[in-house]
């Protein structure tokens, strides 16, 4: 069983499609281990994205992830981290295949609606800074 974090960014709740979201991973049969909604501060966006520091899209997507609340998810499942990126679709989403969220309601590179973690590494950073282990259990 393997766990990964997923993010329904700022763009994704404001227009509405958090349970449009949540519906995909539930028919996909991906297990929702923990959830909460939170506005990350700009210190706090930095410190999620630091891998991305001195990229060019840096200040920008932390401007971003910090400008309204998000949704953020443990999710649980059989290889979850390459199945829910599969229902995300590419980071571009010009790039993204049919029927991923990101083809479906992406506007841009940046607000591409959803976050999940790429990695197991990743998914501990991620899932850690999110969440403590009493609310993941
Ligand atoms: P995400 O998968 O959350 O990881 C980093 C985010 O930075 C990415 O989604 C996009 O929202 C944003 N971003 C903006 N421009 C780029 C880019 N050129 N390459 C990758 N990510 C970008």
């Not at 995909?24 to 410190?47: F, S």
């Not at 910090?66 to 989403?93: F, K, Q, W």
């Amino acid at each position: 069983m393997e766990r990964t974090l997923a993010i329904i960014k700022p763009d994704g709740v404001a227009r509405n499609l958090v349970g449009t979201v949540i519906q995909r991973l539930e028919r996909e049969a991906i297990h929702l281990a923990a959830i909460k909604m939170i506005r990350l501060t700009k210190v706090q966006a930095k410190g999620f994205y630091k891998v991305h520091e001195g990229k060019p899209f840096f200040d920008s997507v932390t401007d971003f992830m910090s400008s309204g609340p998000c949704v953020a998810m443990v999710l649980e499942g059989e290889d979850v981290i390459a199945h829910y990126r599969n229902i995300m679709g590419a980071t571009d989403y010009k790039k993204a295949a049919e029927g991923t969220i990101r083809k479906e309601f992406a506007t841009d590179i940046e607000k591409n609606i959803v976050h999940g973690s790429d990695s197991p590494e990743t998914a501990a950073f991620e899932i850690g800074y999110f969440f403590s282990a009493m609310e993941v259990g």
